[in-house]
């Protein structure tokens, strides 16, 4: 355990005292524990008469040592800002959380390779779940950490896309960590533990989704990454503030752009055009950083499977195709083509992609 672990904890718990003031209470008092234990006249005097007399109300009654081995208990890390384990790049952005509050795999927080947060909308279409698969897959498959918010729709779609690849992931909330929310989500959130992935907040464990504390987690998902991805949103998207974060903390903002008909492409194609780059493939992202894309590619097992499926898989596998071009190079019926694709659908071997083709699914 670090040497001030507990003031850090404490004051994490502390309603009024967020991370700005808190910067400012490091600065009169030069360290955490001084400011913790500085008397009570100082106390009224620098953090003022109301927040004075509630932090001392709340000194008296609050055990650190028995929050952290309360904490420990439930296999929750407290990370605090002076720890080796705590991110380099939160400790430079002008509000870094007092504390991370981790359950899972912690030491991805700390892991050299690239990392790139997807946010997007909870109300996701099909195009753009499909979007999300194809370049978290990619990203993914390239060893990509792949950080989000753990909100339905494309935040979802990309913590399980990269577990589906055993790529890390980072899961941001807005509430105590010990809380899947939302509850809708509770088997990713426990996949995500399961899978040595990691779930963090800034928010002391057990504090419930409050107004307001889905704009904070939003610094600290961009903060994490070198660069944010926006997968559809309408124009009050939250993903807009998420980018905003970025473009402060000096992040990169990617954009997927969408139908225009498309109520959902309206945040990418306002980031667009305010310079995010725009992303159709991983490789958009992976040049960024001098990074090459792995070829998509996924061995399957044709033990099982009749003829016409092992044809459809075999050429399939080189490329995706329309209905009438693989009855073309099969020699197969349309009919019996598309009773082959269903076929194949079903057990989960092929989908149609966003151009209508049909592709090996990853």
Do not use: W
Request: aromatic share 6%.
């Amino acid at each position: 355990m670090e040497k001030f672990t507990e003031y850090y904890l404490a004051f994490s718990y502390v309603l009024g005292i967020g991370p700005m003031k808190f910067q400012n209470l490091l600065a009169v008092f030069g360290n955490v524990k001084k400011a913790y234990e500085a008397d009570s006249s100082l106390i009224r005097k620098t953090f003022g008469l109301k927040l004075g007399e509630d932090f001392i109300s709340f000194r008296k009654t609050f055990s650190p040592g028995k929050e952290l081995k309360r904490l420990s208990s439930q296999h929750i890390f407290v990370i605090p800002q002076d720890s080796d384990g705590y991110p380099q790049q939160l400790k430079h952005i002008s509000d870094p959380p007092i504390c991370l509050f981790a359950k899972g795999e912690s030491s991805v927080l700390k892991k050299e390779s690239l990392s790139i947060a997807v946010v997007g909308t909870r109300k996701a279409t099909s195009y753009g779940l499909q979007a999300t698969e194809h370049i978290v897959g990619d990203l993914a498959q390239r060893g990509v950490c792949i950080i989000s918010g753990l909100a339905l729709g494309i935040d979802a779609a990309a913590h399980k896309t990269a577990l589906d690849q055993e790529a890390s992931t980072i899961a941001v909330l807005g509430c105590g960590v010990n809380i899947p929310y939302p509850g809708a989500n509770k088997p990713l959130y426990e996949r995500i533990l399961a899978e040595d992935g990691v779930i963090v907040s800034e928010f002391p464990p057990d504090m419930t989704v409050l107004p307001g504390l889905f704009i904070s987690r939003n610094r600290i998902v961009s903060a994490l990454s070198k660069g944010v991805l926006i997968i559809e949103g309408q124009e009050d998207s939250g993903s807009l503030i998420t980018a905003r974060y970025a473009a402060e903390q000096g992040r990169d903002v990617f954009a997927v752009p969408s139908p225009i008909t498309s109520p959902m492409s309206h945040a990418p194609h306002i980031l667009i055009k305010q310079g995010a780059k725009l992303v159709t493939s991983a490789q958009d992202i992976l040049e960024e950083y001098g990074l090459s894309e792995k070829s998509r590619s996924r061995k399957i097992d044709l033990v099982g499977l009749d003829e016409n499926s092992r044809s459809v898989v075999q050429i399939l596998s080189e490329a995706p195709l329309l209905i009438d071009d693989i009855a073309r190079i099969t020699e197969l019926s349309v009919n019996r083509t598309l009773q082959t694709l269903s076929s194949l659908e079903l057990q989960g071997i092929v989908e149609k992609n966003t151009e209508g083709k049909y592709q090996i699914k990853l």
